[in-house]
Structures are given as C-alpha cells and as structure tokens.
C-alpha cells in the first residue's frame, strides 16, 4: 500500500508557473510508474502526464504538451510536475496516482494508488 501525498498547488495569475510535488506518506514509490491527474468542477477526471519508474519514459496530454513537464528525483522519492504559461483552463485539483509497473499510460483506471489532491487556480 502506497500512501501519496501532493504539494505545491496555490493561487497563480495566467502565465504564471508552479511545481507540484508528489511524495509517499511511508515508505518508497521509486518502484512504480507516476501520472499526475487533474480534476475541474463540473468535468471528469483527466489525464495530464506520466513518468515511468527509471524516469526514462514520459507522456502528456496534447493540452499542457510544451508547457508542463514530469519529472522524478529517485533520490529524493519525488515526483515533481513543473507547469509553465499557466491557463485559465488549468485550473483544477491535480491529483498523483501510482501503479506498480514500469510502462507508463493514460488510462487513470490502471492506477493503483492516489493521493488527495492539490488545488490549482489560475486566474485571469
């Protein structure tokens, strides 16, 4: 059982940037593959990025493509998500979610583990 908990969502003005942080309460994730997930009022839950274990493989959805990036520090038993040129329309609860294999995908369905959430809101 993984425990996660996310950081690092606040209040930020269009175009601003944030660096969300995922980490587990106990013990270690640095065996699992990582997304990151978010959830606006009103909409389902939707994919945002994903990281495999050795942080070799990445994915994103089409709509933060060139603006956020996923990364992992092994190290530190980390993942971050670092968001760029924020929208509007990113507003949202981000949410990271944990499965304990090493190929990376969208589908939130094949998680095994989530975090609480962390709220983003970008205004305009």
Request: net charge positive; aromatic share 12%.
């Amino acid at each position: 059982q993984v425990q996660l908990v996310e950081s690092g969502g606040e209040w930020v003005q269009a175009g601003g940037s944030l660096r969300l942080s995922c980490r587990p309460a106990g013990g270690s994730m640095n065996g699992y593959a990582v997304g990151w997930f978010r959830q606006a009022p009103g909409k389902e839950r939707e994919f945002v990025a994903t990281i495999s274990r050795s942080g070799a493989s990445t994915d994103y959805a089409d709509s933060v493509k060139g603006r956020f990036t996923i990364s992992r520090e092994n190290a530190k038993n980390t993942v971050y998500l670092q968001m760029n040129m924020l929208k509007p329309e990113d507003t949202a609860v981000y949410y990271c979610a944990a499965r304990n294999l090493w190929t990376v995908t969208p589908d939130p369905g094949r998680y095994d583990y989530w975090g609480r959430g962390t709220q983003v809101t970008v205004s305009s």
